[in-house]
């Protein structure tokens, strides 16, 4: 079975450009979250999704970085204006749902604003 | 509020040398308990987790770890070290909620 996907893998943007991140979650589950990945903050959880509302973005950290979930088996992170200081790798993770469930992660998207 | 402390942060070990990892947590319910471990350049990959029952919890890989709810921890252990163990492990907790509070982590090396 195909696990989380993520796209795309490696991103190299300028400051102020648009960035979108793209997820899709093993189907059949109805958890998504996305966290971020930084040496000096470790790991952040972002924002999660539960049958596609978002049920807890207080770790987002400002209004430039929005997330949707259209539908069961898509998700966007968007940051816009982009910043040096959100280079960092932004983890996708899809879950069953109920709590103990195993949190599968995909690869990663991994991301350098110059 | 749950809250996973990693003491820590790089841990040697020699090849065939016992692997500890230590992992105490804080939750104000029963806590559910992960292990998780990242290869460089990879996503995390669960290793093991405990929810309830038994509180000997064995994973992949030849790990394992305890629940001891009254030193609130949850070591993570393997008797003998591999090359390939080298790796970033990540201890987490989920309370009453579905998502996963993790720990800062501890970068194993492991030494031939």
């Known amino acids: 079975d195909a696990g989380v996907i993520q796209s795309p893998r490696h991103e190299v943007t300028e400051m102020g450009q648009e960035v979108t991140l793209r997820c899709k979650p093993i189907s059949g589950h109805n958890s998504l979250f996305w966290y971020r990945q930084t040496m000096m903050r470790g790991l952040e959880l972002l924002i999660y999704?539960?049958?596609?509302?978002?049920?807890?973005d207080s770790g987002m950290p400002e209004d430039r970085f929005s997330a949707k979930m259209p539908n069961a088996s898509f998700s966007t992170l968007k940051i816009q204006p982009s910043e040096p200081r959100d280079s960092a790798v932004y983890f996708c993770a899809s879950s069953p749902g109920t709590r103990g469930n195993t949190i599968y992660f995909g690869e990663g998207s991994w991301l350098t604003v110059v | 509020a749950q809250s996973v402390t990693q003491l820590g942060s790089h841990v040697s070990v020699s090849e065939g040398a016992l692997v500890l990892l230590r992992c105490n947590y804080s939750s104000s319910v029963p806590p559910y308990l992960f292990w998780y471990v990242q290869y460089p350049n990879q996503g995390l990959q669960l290793l093991l987790k405990y929810t309830t029952g038994a509180t000997l919890v064995k994973g992949i890989n030849g790990f394992e770890a305890e629940f001891k709810k009254s030193e609130t921890s949850f070591h993570l252990t393997k008797p003998s070290a591999h090359m390939s163990d080298a790796a970033e492990y990540f201890c987490a907790v989920s309370d009453s909620a579905r998502q996963l509070t993790f720990g800062s982590g501890t970068q194993l090396t492991v030494l031939p």
């Open positions: 999704f539960n049958n596609n509302v978002p049920i807890d």
